[in-house]
C-alpha cells in the first residue's frame, strides 16, 4: 500500500497541516517520487484550494477532490441540498487510478473518524472497507485525551489499520500545557497506540519551508514502517 490517510478527531483538528507538511517534505527532500494528495470529498472551499495554491501536483480539480458539494456542511447533507447522491463509486475510481500512478498518495478525511460521509456510513468504516493506513491528528487542548481515547476505540471496533497518532497545537503553545494537555504516556498508555510527535504551532501555515521542517521532526521512520521501502522517509535531514 501507497497510501496514508490523515484522519482527526474533529474538524480543525489539524489533518491539512499535518497533509501539507508531509507533502512539503516528500516534494523538498524526495523529488524524484512522485507525490499525490487527495481530500475525496469536499464541502466548501476550503483544503483542495490550499493544496493546488501551494503544490505543483500535475491533478485535476477532480483528480484532488472527485466529489464536491457546495455548502460546508457533512456530505450527506450537502449533496441533499443540491439534489445529488455521495456517490462513492467515484471516488473509488479516483483513488485506485492515483494509486496506480503515483509513488505515495496522501489521502486527507473529512472531518473525524465519526464523520458521516453517506447516511449510513463515517469516515471510519471508509478506512476499514478501503483498507486505508490511517494516522489521528489529536489537537492539544482541553478534552484531547478524552477525544482520542473515543476516536482509537471506534478505529479498533470498525477494524481501521490505525497506524499512531499525531498531536498538534492549533494554537501557541509551551512545553508545559503539551504535557499538561496531552501527556505523551497517557496518551499512549491509555489507547496503546505509537504517539508520533507534535506539530508546533504555526503562525504562517503556508510557509512550505517551515512545513518541511516539522514534518522532519516527526518520527516519520515509525509512522511509515509498514508501507513499500521505496516509499519511506529514509535520511531525514
Do not use: H
Request: aromatic share 6%.
Amino acid at each position: 500500500m501507497n497510501s496514508l490517510l490523515i484522519t482527526g478527531t474533529d474538524t480543525e483538528a489539524g489533518k491539512t497541516v499535518l497533509t501539507t507538511a508531509l507533502a512539503a517534505y516528500w516534494q523538498k527532500y524526495r523529488p524524484s517520487q512522485s507525490l499525490g494528495i487527495m481530500k475525496p470529498i469536499q464541502s466548501g472551499i476550503g483544503d483542495r484550494e490550499i493544496y493546488q495554491k501551494l503544490f505543483s501536483l500535475s491533478q485535476s480539480s477532480e483528480e484532488i477532490t472527485p466529489l464536491y458539494f457546495q455548502a460546508p456542511l457533512a456530505p450527506p447533507i450537502a449533496a441533499a441540498k443540491e439534489n445529488r447522491d455521495v456517490d462513492l463509486g467515484i471516488v473509488w475510481q479516483a483513488l485506485t487510478k492515483l494509486q496506480g500512478q503515483r509513488d505515495f498518495l496522501l489521502i486527507e478525511a473529512l472531518g473525524g473518524l465519526g464523520s458521516p460521509v453517506t447516511d449510513e456510513l463515517t469516515v471510519a468504516d471508509l478506512a476499514a472497507e478501503w483498507r486505508l493506513p490511517t494516522v489521528l491528528v489529536v489537537p492539544v487542548k482541553l478534552g484531547a485525551i478524552s477525544q482520542a481515547v473515543a476516536n482509537v476505540a471506534l478505529a479498533k471496533l470498525t477494524r481501521v489499520n490505525l497506524l499512531g497518532i499525531v498531536l498538534n497545537c492549533t494554537q501557541p503553545r509551551t512545553e508545559e500545557e503539551i504535557e499538561d494537555l496531552t501527556p505523551v504516556g497517557m496518551v499512549r498508555s491509555l489507547t496503546n497506540m505509537p504517539i508520533f510527535g507534535c506539530l508546533p504551532y504555526l503562525e504562517n501555515p503556508q510557509d512550505l519551508d517551515k512545513l518541511a521542517q516539522v514534518a522532519s521532526n516527526l518520527d516519520l521512520e515509525q509512522l511509515l514502517q509498514f508501507f513499500n521501502p521505496r516509499n519511506r522517509f529514509i535520511n531525514s535531514p
